[in-house]
């Protein structure tokens, strides 16, 4: 008989019962380092007080209005993401999949309006993960998620990771927007350059395209940037928003330059929960904490330490691991052994780290993580990686 529960997620034997910063206890008491984050969601860790303090008091007061009403959270919210990054204006999803959905139907109206209804196709990358809707499996493309799925929504080609030679030669008549994670996440922790991601911008102005970034995973302090694109010197028209900025609160957004949303006038979208009094109320704590110049500071600095200390562990280590790669608070480890047997071994060391493709366990601690947490991590890592040894 088929489990009550859909059974599309492979789970580990584990049931947390209560989260404390960066830690997580289990039903049976045992306390685990979580440097996971909910794939990157817990970006202030577990009950942040400030977060449990503005849920509390917007759960006593109101949950949900709809969109037929003025939302002032969303409102306040919208205003903070305005003034912290390059947009003009944001619309509120649930999820990073919803963020992707908005993202392709604003880049084809755009071109709809001015005219060129034929400007619908968008340049994607191998390895790249967009969510799971329609339109994310079709811009991430791999057959692993989009076969028995079809017809498959059209107007999505997805070329050699980095590859510009193939960007420039992919681009048509048809072509309307190139859309990248500014380090792909579930792809194996894979940034790309920032010479890359400027000549991308470079390639998108030339040949009058918009640039669509996917920053559901790098974004909101993630990389020690409020936003990761900022580390290249450049803006998006598009950017997907979503994980962290909800701070475990179901909560996601698309940022739009004026120019690039003018298509989506009224009625030409919309969401029900969509930045919901309680979500909003959470995101505008969490951007007030995160967006702090001294808050980005202690990510890079705790960053810096997290790093050299992960070097250490794969010169300490070179039967299990192979290389640490990332930015910021998004790192991998590249591994020799199979991901999945160190993640396990990770439960047994009671540390938790993410599966990602090409072979690689993502470290995506909270953002809040202490030195003293970074050295704890590392123990029970080695530990880990020895018991495979
Ligand atoms: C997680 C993720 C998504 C999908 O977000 P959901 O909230 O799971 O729908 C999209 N893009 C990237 C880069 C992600 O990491």
Do not use: D, R
């Given at each position: 008989m088929i489990a009550s529960v859909l059974p599309t997620y492979s789970r580990a034997p584990l049931t947390f019962v209560k989260g404390e910063g960066s830690w997580l206890i289990e039903a049976d008491g045992r306390r685990f380092l979580d440097l996971g984050a909910g794939i990157a969601v817990n970006a202030l860790g577990h009950a942040h007080p400030a977060l449990v303090e503005v849920l509390s008091t917007q759960a006593q007061n109101l949950w949900h209005v709809s969109n037929l009403y003025q939302i002032p959270q969303q409102q306040t919210l919208a205003d903070q993401l305005v003034d912290n990054s390059f947009a003009d204006t944001v619309f509120f999803t649930n999820s990073g999949t919803e963020s992707c959905e908005l993202a392709v139907k604003m880049a084809r109206k755009y071109w709809y309006e001015k005219g060129?209804?034929?400007?619908?196709e968008i340049l994607t990358f191998e390895g790249s993960f967009h969510g799971r809707s329609s339109a994310g499996i079709a811009a991430a493309g791999s057959e692993k998620m989009t076969?028995?799925?079809?017809p498959l929504l059209g107007g999505f080609k997805s070329l050699p990771w980095g590859d510009l030679e193939a960007v420039k030669a992919a681009i048509s008549d048809e072509t309307c927007a190139i859309l990248v994670e500014p380090v792909q996440g579930e792809g194996g922790i894979r940034p790309m350059a920032d010479a890359d991601l400027q000549a991308l911008r470079a390639i998108a102005d030339e040949h009058n395209l918009l640039l669509i970034l996917d920053e559901v995973q790098c974004g909101v302090g993630r990389t020690g940037k409020l936003f990761a694109h900022e580390w290249a010197g450049i803006t998006p028209d598009i950017m997907m928003v979503a994980k962290g900025i909800g701070g475990g609160f179901p909560l996601g957004a698309v940022l739009a330059t004026e120019e690039a949303a003018?298509?989506?006038?009224?009625?030409t979208h919309g969401s029900t929960y969509g930045g919901n009094p309680l979500a909003c109320a959470v995101g505008g704590k969490v951007m007030e904490i995160v967006a702090a110049p001294a808050f980005l500071d202690s990510v890079r600095a705790k960053a810096g330490l997290l790093r050299q200390r992960l070097e250490g562990l794969v010169a300490d280590n070179p039967e299990v691991f192979e290389e640490v790669r990332g930015t910021g608070l998004m790192l991998g480890l590249k591994c020799k052994a199979v991901n999945i047997d160190v993640v396990n071994a990770g439960y047994a060391n009671e540390v938790i780290t993410v599966p990602a493709a090409d072979n690689v366990i993502r470290l995506l601690p909270?953002?809040?993580?202490?030195e003293d947490e970074i050295g704890e991590a590392i123990t029970r890592l080695d530990a880990a990686a020895k018991s495979l040894g």
């Open positions: 060129h209804p034929e400007k619908v076969k028995g799925f079809g003018s298509g989506m006038t009224a009625g909270p953002l809040t993580l202490s």
